[in-house]
Nanobody
Framework: QVQLVESGGGLVQAGGSLRLSCAAS????????MGWFRQAPGKERESVATISRSGGSTYYADSVKGRFTISRDNAKNTMYLQMNSLKPEDTAVYYC?????????????????????WGQGTQVTVSS
């Protein structure tokens, strides 16, 4: 098993930046496919970005392409989400997730139901 803890959320003005971190403990971090998801009030949880075990393959939702960057440091057991040019519509609770069996070729890599491990979430609020 792996335990996940997010940090770095907060209140920021539109156009600003935040960096989210997801610290992992437990089973070897580098064996997990990882992702960032978000959920706004009244909406379903959606995929934001995912990253392969080595960090060499990434996926971004169209809504964040060119603004967000996902990365991981396996030596530090940590995944990151650098968020730039933030918009009010980015306001949500952001979650990190991990799955041992997922891979970059899976059609399910953006499906939150297919991830077995989740953090508690961190609130990101972007004011206009």
């Amino acid at each position: 098993q792996v335990q996940l803890v997010e940090s770095g959320g907060g209140l920021v003005q539109a156009g600003g930046s935040l960096r989210l971190s997801c610290a992992a403990s437990g089973r070897t971090f580098s064996t997990y496919y990882m992702g960032w998801f978000r959920q706004a009030p009244g909406k379903e949880r959606e995929s934001v970005a995912t990253i392969s075990r080595s960090g060499g393959s990434t996926y971004y939702a169209d809504s964040v392409k060119g603004r967000f960057t996902i990365s991981r440091d396996n030596a530090k057991n940590t995944m990151y989400l650098q968020m730039n040019s933030l918009k009010p519509e980015d306001t949500a609770v952001y979650y990190c997730a991990a799955d041992y069996n997922m891979n970059s070729y899976s059609a399910y890599r953006t499906n939150p139901e297919k991830y077995n491990y989740w953090g508690q979430g961190t609130q990101v609020t972007v004011s206009s």
